[in-house]
């Protein structure tokens, strides 16, 4: 990748650290955004440890490297963000952005017995038998192991619902991985809200969940506009973010 298009990536992903933090996705100061800069995923941007989400600029992202263990040490990464991280742009190449967030909404269906996204409306059906589910939280995953099985259970998909734990998004482009996470922590809010009600579940049939779900697939240049225009608002507000 060339200089240039790192700039890019390390830009678009700052953003994406700025965003969340004003939507409240942010867990203090942890949690982790990655970006892969080569082909095979190997090397990857990922924010520096422990350092809150409203505050991360373009030139603070730490730039590492899966073939070189000792990356993780001398650059202070956040063990969790090594094993996780790691692990999954090394398993899986095609995962070229990341996001690993708590946010309140998805968490809560995350410990549900059924912690599957059930589709009641446009943006629930979005994640229509489109997401992985992890069953076996087992203690903070900060092992090469742990972040192994995580990036296994994604197998084709690009979402998985950690269970007891959080939400694993990832895409091509930073833009597509934000819309992705904002829309499913709006869909766990409203199937939340619809949840708190008592009241039985209006559920879509399964071909109109499935067409819905088909047909957010096809616009993902409304998810890069959403970003592009909280960037614009960023750039207003916020334009240090790229520094």
């Known amino acids: 990748m060339s200089e240039s298009c790192e700039l890019s990536v390390r830009t678009d992903l700052a953003a994406a650290f700025r965003i969340a933090a004003r939507l409240g996705f942010h867990e203090a100061v942890a949690n982790h955004f990655s970006a892969a800069v080569s082909e095979d995923g190997s090397r990857f941007l990922i924010n520096p440890k422990w350092r809150h989400f409203s505050r991360i600029r373009a030139s603070d992202l730490v730039l590492v490297d899966v073939n070189e263990p000792?990356?993780?040490?001398?650059?202070?990464?956040?063990?969790?963000?090594?094993?996780?991280?790691?692990?999954?742009?090394?398993?899986?190449?095609?995962?070229?952005?990341?996001?690993?967030?708590?946010?309140?909404?998805?968490?809560?269906?995350?410990?549900?017995?059924?912690?599957?996204?059930?589709?009641?409306?446009?943006?629930t059906a979005?994640?229509?038998?489109?997401?992985?589910l992890d069953r076996l939280y087992g203690g903070m995953a900060?092992?090469?192991?742990?972040?192994?099985?995580?990036?296994?259970l994604m197998g084709d998909k690009t979402r998985l619902m950690m269970g007891n734990h959080g939400v694993m998004v990832v895409a091509q482009t930073v833009g597509e991985a934000f819309d992705d996470m904002y829309t499913l922590e709006r869909a766990c809010?409203?199937?939340?809200?619809?949840?708190?009600?008592?009241?039985?579940?209006s559920v879509l049939p399964d071909d109109v969940a499935e067409k819905t779900a088909r047909d957010w697939e096809g616009i993902t240049d409304f998810s890069i506009r959403h970003f592009e225009e909280m960037k614009l608002i960023l750039d207003r507000e916020e334009p240090d973010y790229r520094d």
């Open 142 to 152: 900060d092992s090469e192991n742990e972040g192994a099985r995580l990036a296994g």
């Open 126 to 132: 979005r994640y229509f038998r489109r997401v992985a």
């Open 189 to 201: 809010q409203i199937l939340v809200n619809a949840y708190s009600t008592g009241q039985p579940l």
């Open 70 to 123: 000792g990356d993780a040490a001398s650059r202070d990464l956040d063990p969790t963000a090594w094993a996780i991280h790691g692990q999954l742009h090394r398993i899986v190449p095609r995962a070229r952005v990341a996001m690993h967030l708590h946010p309140v909404y998805a968490t809560t269906i995350a410990t549900l017995q059924n912690p599957e996204i059930i589709p009641i409306e446009q943006n």
